[in-house]
């Protein structure tokens, strides 16, 4: 069984304090929840939840070390003798800036029927929330 829901937030920087006074709704921001699985999914928009549910969706996940291939091409073109190396150095020392966010959840959401239980909790997401 999950739950879904949604709750106003305002921005820290803001001056308005009440998200239901007539400025407060128009700067109100949207935080999307899923809760499945004894585990809470707190989403930005609605794009984050579709990223999320494609890499649900699969069984097994590609390798997470590697930077995106605009990145190795970008990073090739500006510098093709040493660009290897760059690379290497840049995944040693900043690991964790590679990864998204999604990639490191804990490992018994990935078991097989709560990956199912997560993908079908996400569509309904979608769903309630619009695609």
Same mark, same amino acid.
């Given at each position: ?11 820290? /920087? ?5 998200? /239901? ?10 935080? =999307? ?45 500006? %510098?093709?003798? /040493?660009?290897? !190396?760059?690379?290497? /150095? ?9 990864? !998204?966010? =999604? ?19 996400? %569509? ?8």
């Amino acid at each position: 069984m999950s739950r879904i829901w949604t709750e106003s937030y305002l921005p820290e /920087n803001s001056e308005v304090k009440d998200v /239901n006074s007539p400025i407060g709704k128009v700067l109100a921001r949207k935080m =999307y929840f899923v809760e499945v699985c004894s585990f809470q999914f707190q989403f930005d928009s609605l794009n984050q939840i579709k990223e999320v549910l494609q890499y649900f969706e699969q069984k097994l996940h590609p390798s997470s070390r590697l930077p995106d291939k605009e990145w190795l091409e970008t990073e090739a073109r500006q %510098n093709p003798k /040493n660009y290897r !190396r760059n690379i290497a /150095n840049f995944i040693a020392a900043e690991h964790d800036l590679i990864q !998204r966010w =999604y990639e490191r959840l804990p490992m018994w959401l990935y078991e097989e029927p709560r990956r199912k239980k997560i993908v079908k909790a996400l %569509n309904q997401a979608l769903e309630k929330f619009g695609k």
